[in-house]
């Protein structure tokens, strides 16, 4: 299993697979991450019925639409200056911490 390239919070976007081939990219937040399963919830990409049962007296159930789980090789780290998905580099700074920089243009992510 190999490490995970994206982490929550992230803006990513999808570059292959029914969400890629849409008239405008599907880019947005990374709400989730499951390293095990090699997945992402990402904000507004793969909207599922999910079927509630209601839990306590008084609650409603029903059907809601929520974000389901792609497979994190179909997402990119998404570049605000470049505008478009990047590779990544990781660069070690003087106190020692790495970050991610932008492999194109240098801007840190």
């Known amino acids: 299993m190999s490490k995970m390239h994206i982490k929550k919070d992230d803006r990513v ?3 292959s697979g029914k969400y ?4 405008e990219p599907s ?6 991450v499951s390293p095990k399963e ?5 904000e507004g990409v793969h909207i599922v019925s999910k079927h509630v049962k209601p839990r306590r007296q008084g609650e409603a159930g029903g059907i809601i639409k929520t974000e389901g789980a792609i497979y994190a090789s179909k997402v990119m780290l998404y570049c605000e ?7 990544v580099r990781h660069v070690k700074n003087e106190a020692g911490e790495r970050s991610r920089i932008c ?3 240098g801007e840190s992510l």
């Open 103 to 105: 492999c194109k243009c």
């Open 27 to 32: 880019i947005g937040k990374v709400i989730a």
């Open 38 to 42: 090699g997945k992402v919830i990402v």
């Open 81 to 87: 200056k470049c505008k478009k998905g990047v590779r």
């Open 20 to 23: 890629a081939n849409m008239k």
């Open 13 to 15: 976007i999808v570059i």
